[in-house]
């Protein structure tokens, strides 16, 4: 059982950059306008390199914008499309030194790679011939890994799960147990009931599943008090032997959402080593739009991305 | 385009000409006023009106649309372009009533610009002298397709009983003049800023033999 503790602080990450936003190619694009958007566009999504540069899916400016591991601006690749008529950039991981970005339209997945000449090669994954519904991208031992959700011809209809697709424009998703570790194992993660959730630790000692409740507690009048709750989550970095999953919880009743809130946590789990879970710092800018929070440097460090009204915040722990 | 209509037999039918405002925008030069009360409906007819919206434009405090899958006025925000805003689809999806408060339904043809007198917030916060509630919970054993997802700024309609496995939904909503009005995959449901809210007078799918007990009865959608 895992406990979110409304009256418990975030934890305090280490700041590693912050990258403003503005007109300028250093800068991040942003638009909060509510005559454009009611949900503010913000970066979607971001990876880290190999050599520990930072990668941010940069979608108001259609591009692929490069930092250094301290945000000094690196460059860019550009050459995405971001309008309603158009696959539009979600998500983007490395995967064996080579960048995969994943785009959607209509829920259809597209799956983006760049040639030597930083041009974009696109290709649509399959499943039986039909476009699939895609939510992230995982680093993968060959191809690259995705969570799977199904057929975009037929929302709802279809297998899930964890898919590689190898190469990126298969016909045929081959579904494997877990998001693959690097080190062999794998791990899965589904949702039983708005608050249950099922680990399954899958490795050549066999298959663990490892049941997970989550609670929420708030503090009234000097009380703990428990909350009916609902909770989002997602893997979202690969470590070597671990990963970082991703955890929004709301209170499930309206009352309470309205005095209390709700927040993010942090839950790593792995082949060895403690669990953490932790709560996460959050930004001042809503970012619904953001499909990827966590990410895993090269050196195992996990790293998180927290829109804010002076810039995009990246924070290492 | 204009278009004049005449008067058919279906009772409150409103014979319209041209909507006009002052300049030659999209809305004036092309919608029109068609509605009509009607029975109650159900979900699913709901759900097929909305779906008509996907991959249409965009326009604060609009709106009216047609269904060629375009964008008629691209990045023109404040333009009397094509499209509806958050609000406006729902208002537009559940057959509101334009008067405040009113029960019934109402069909509004998609060509016809009305936004109606609900904007996000009242579908956030609503007063029991309206047609719609906020939903005691929000998990997924409690709420059915076509019932909203809203906030202060925002509101979408739950496309689906059917969910992404990361704990998401699949929600139809007017998300902005960039990426238009769609189905996306969003995690409303776990953000503490987001209510569950029900239309209320749904009317239950008709069936012929064994027939379920409410108006849940759930069709796959197929995406054209």
Redesign the interface.
């Known amino acids: 059982m895992l406990t979110a503790d409304l009256s418990v602080p975030p934890r305090t990450w280490t700041l590693v950059a912050i990258i403003p936003w503005g007109d300028a190619s250093e800068q991040l694009g942003l ?1 909060t ?7 503010p ?1 913000v970066p979607r999504s971001f990876t880290i390199a190999p050599d520990g540069t930072i990668w941010i899916l940069d979608v108001v400016k259609r591009r692929l914008a490069h930092y250094g591991a301290d945000g000094t601006y690196l460059g860019a690749i550009g050459g995405f499309r ?4 158009s696959p ?1 950039p979600r998500d983007v991981v490395f995967s064996n030194d080579r960048i995969y970005v994943l785009e959607e339209h ?3 997945a597209t799956l983006v790679t760049f040639g030597a000449d930083r041009s974009l090669q696109r290709t649509q994954p399959l499943d039986h011939g039909r476009p699939v ?1 895609l ?2 991208l995982y680093p993968s031992p060959t191809g690259v890994a995705a ?1 799977f ?2 057929w ?6 279809g297998p ?2 964890i898919a590689r697709f190898d190469p990126p424009g298969s016909t045929f998703a081959q579904f494997l147990p877990g998001v693959p570790l690097s080190t062999g194992p794998s791990i899965a993660l ?2 039983s ?2 608050t249950d959730l099922e680990l399954t630790f899958t490795g050549t000692a066999g298959v663990a599943v490892r049941p997970v409740h989550l609670r929420l507690v708030a503090d009234v009048e000097g009380r703990q008090r428990e909350l ?1 709750v ?5 893997i979202e970095a690969v470590g070597v032997d671990r990963v970082a999953i991703f955890v ?7 009352d309470d ?1 309205e005095r ?4 993010l946590w942090l839950l790593e789990v792995g082949t060895s080593g403690p669990l953490v879970w932790e709560r996460l710092p959050e930004g001042e800018i ?1 970012n ?1 739009e953001q499909a990827r929070h966590l990410a895993a440097g090269p050196d195992g460090r996990i790293y998180l991305m927290v829109p804010t009204k002076e810039g995009e915040r990246i924070y290492g722990r | 385009m204009k278009r004049m209509l005449i008067v058919g037999a279906v009772a409150c039918l409103v014979v319209g000409s041209v909507s006009t405002v002052g300049w030659a925008s999209w809305v004036g030069t092309y919608c029109f006023t068609e509605n009509a009360s009607v029975s109650a409906i159900t979900r699913n007819t709901a759900r097929a009106y909305a779906e008509i919206a ?2 249409e ?1 965009y326009e ?1 405090g609009g709106g009216c649309w047609n269904d060629n899958a ?2 008629d006025t ?1 990045n023109a ?2 333009s009397g372009g094509e499209g509806p ?2 609000s406006g689809l729902v208002f537009k999806s559940w057959y509101l009533k334009r008067t405040w408060g009113a029960s019934g339904f109402h069909r509004w043809n998609k060509m016809q610009n009305i936004h109606g007198y609900y904007a ?1 917030d009242t579908f956030h916060a609503p007063t029991s002298d309206l047609p719609f509630h ?7 054993s409690t709420t059915v397709f076509m019932d909203a997802f809203a906030k202060n ?2 509101v979408g309609l739950l ?10 939904d ?1 929600v139809m909503e ?23 809210v029900r239309r209320e007078g749904w009317a239950t799918q008709a069936c012929t033999g064994t027939c379920p007990k409410a108006d849940v009865t759930e069709e ?4 054209p």
């Open positions: 638009v306008d509510v005559h454009r958007t009611p949900i566009y971001f309008d309603r008529f539009r209509s829920v259809t519904v939510e992230l969570r959700d199904g975009a011809d037929e929302v709802g209809a899930r799960g589904e949702a009931s708005d009916p609902v909770a989002g989550v997602k929004q919880i709301s209170p499930a009743h309206p959402a209390f809130g709700g927040g809503s619904e | 996907a991959r434009g604060w375009r964008d691209p925000p404040d805003d958050c996000s906020k939903l005691p919970n929000k998990y997924r700024g925002h496309d689906t009983s059917a969910y992404p496995s990361s704990g998401g699949y007017a998300k902005g003049d960039t990426v238009g009005t769609n189905i996306f995959i969003e995690n409303y449901r776990s953000d503490s800023a987001y209510v569950a796959t959608i197929a995406v």
